[in-house]
């Protein structure tokens, strides 16, 4: 089998990797699993050397702009082929440069579903959507996977779009497509990038480093929150759903928690405490929190449990993970 991840040397992307990498099979067309000989990790920029943990035989890193249909048609290619879609740019991003959003995240994602409709058999696609997707006046105190989808900002209608085909490019039978709806995934290393939520990540982050984090909105704000490793470990197991378990309803909201701002940083001083912690300031950004206030506070994931997909822990054990994952580790 080869494996192709967009979005690849993200992140979320190298976590994916290295999940696949251990788990070693997928299951294929065919319905049985197949060893994972091939894994691309493709993006707009790749490290000269693999990151950590990936430097495999199996392992290739391409660099490339997934708006360019030629380009991703020649590495969606091949029988055996599995993909998860993960390139995007994300909320803030999106709301800054409207064209770049639908370049990358409509037109990107068209181009991911035609190579794949063009591959022989029935690609199997997990496609990231987004809690994004919920919004509006009529936004009910907690959403569902039935609560109707009227997204606030363009990251999220393009979530929206890419959701809508990949259901109707499973129904046509040139694909196998599963979407998955992740919150906000805390805690990520490394820079800040152009998230509205980056402040969920940023307030544990740079305070467990010894530096002061500027929070954009206020301690009342609620979000939807999930673990990186149980994000991860539910893009796997959503991949090995059968088809018919999800029929023709594709994307389902991944597992999460809720908590607000000020229940973060009560988390970081519990989980750090006897650390010298750098300090949370009060720093209001009126356009991040129109974005992120435009967000469901709760979610339920009914249909990802039912589907076997795991549960978060809480919050502080999220918090614990992410300091043996990448302050002690």
């Given at each position: 089998m080869k494996v192709v991840i967009t979005g690849g040397t993200g992140f979320l992307g190298q976590r994916l990797a290295r999940a696949l990498l251990e788990r070693g099979t997928l299951t294929g067309a065919s319905g049985a699993q197949e060893a994972i000989k091939r894994l691309v990790l493709f993006d707009s920029a790749v490290p000269e050397r693999p990151p950590e943990g990936l430097d495999d035989e199996r392992v290739s890193l391409v660099a490339g702009d997934v708006a360019d249909g030629a380009t991703v048609r020649g590495l969606i290619a091949g029988e055996s082929l599995s993909v998860f879609h993960l390139a995007s740019v994300v909320s803030a991003g999106a709301e800054q440069d409207f064209d770049l959003a639908l370049s990358v995240n409509l037109t990107g994602g068209l181009n991911v579903l035609e190579a794949c409709r063009a591959a022989p058999g029935q690609p199997r696609l997990v496609f990231t959507s987004s809690i994004a997707v919920y919004g509006g006046s009529a936004l009910p105190e907690t959403i569902d996977d039935a609560t109707k989808i009227t997204p606030q900002g363009t990251y999220g209608v393009t979530k929206v779009m890419n959701e809508h085909l990949v259901a109707d490019y499973t129904r046509k039978g040139w694909l196998d497509g599963r979407g998955g709806r992740p919150p906000t995934v805390i805690v990520r290393p490394g820079k800040p990038n152009k998230a509205a939520?980056?402040?969920?990540?940023?307030?544990?982050?740079?305070?467990?480093?010894?530096?002061?984090?500027e929070l954009p909105v206020s301690r009342e704000t609620r979000i939807v929150l999930g673990g990186y490793r149980t994000i991860v470990e539910s893009l796997v197991a959503l991949h090995e759903v059968p088809g018919a378990a999800l029929g023709d309803d594709r994307t389902v909201n991944l597992p999460s928690f809720s908590a607000t701002a000020g229940e973060m940083v009560a988390?970081?001083?519990?989980?750090?405490?006897?650390?010298?912690?750098?300090?949370?300031?009060?720093?209001?950004?009126?356009?991040?929190?129109?974005?992120?206030?435009?967000?469901?506070?709760?979610?339920?994931?009914?249909?990802?449990?039912?589907?076997?997909?795991?549960?978060?822990?809480?919050?502080?054990?999220?918090?614990?993970?992410?300091?043996?994952?990448?302050?002690?580790?």
């Open positions: 939520s980056g402040f969920a990540s940023g307030l544990f982050r740079e305070p467990l480093a010894g530096i002061d984090h988390a970081l001083e519990r989980v750090g405490a006897g650390r010298k912690l750098g300090a949370v300031i009060d720093a209001p950004d009126p356009a991040i929190q129109r974005i992120v206030g435009s967000w469901p506070g709760y979610a339920r994931a009914e249909r990802a449990a039912a589907l076997g997909l795991p549960e978060n822990p809480p919050l502080d054990e999220v918090v614990r993970q992410y300091i043996e994952d990448y302050v002690e580790g």
